[in-house]
């Protein structure tokens, strides 16, 4: 655990990073409210929400930044259409191991297996020794690119249980997970 107030450590060397969440908001909590100021830009407040090392999230509404501390409860979306919030929370950094073909399989750590066999279009080697699966491959894919998508490192973008739901009925299409894409690039 990083202390962000520690003297010998700041939030630009630190593994913290601050997700922007469009459209969303903290309800007012006494306990929660650290301060608030005025600003045009949203930018702004979220370097404030960063460099604060007390704070743990924001939302920008109005033209006023307000600053929250731990424990933050009860996250809403909020009305687009009507009031153009923006919350800020910190988070902290989630890099996947890199893993190329020549790593041993023993040192891996699963999904970094996975998401090279993925990135490999090798997938089927995964389950080439269980003929169950392979019977079924294409279900075995699709369970797997969504626990990928369930997985992904940035919160913002994991689908909700609705739409896992409606991915897993094959209603809605699942698509390529962004760790999928990051490690291709």
Known sequence: MVDLCDANSSPSNSSIEVIRIDNAYFPSEIFAYMSSFPTPDVNECKKAVFDDCFCAAGVWF??????????????RRSNSSTDN?????????????????????EDMILVDWVLCCVKAGNLRSIVSH???????????????????????????????MKKVIQMLEGTVEVGVPPEVVAQIS
């Not at 109005?62 to 996250?75: E, Q, T």
């Not at 690119?145 to 913002?156: A, D, F, K, V, Y």
């Open 62 to 75: 109005n033209s006023v930044c307000i600053k929250k501390r731990m424990p933050f409860l009860n996250g």
């Open 85 to 105: 919030r923006v919350a800020f929370i910190k988070v902290p950094k989630i890099e996947l191991h890199q893993v190329d073909e020549d790593t041993q399989v």
């Open 130 to 160: 269980d003929l169950e699966v392979l019977g079924d491959f294409k279900r075995f894919e699709t369970m797997t690119m969504i626990g990928l998508w369930c997985i992904c490192s940035n919160p913002t973008l994991r689908p909700s």
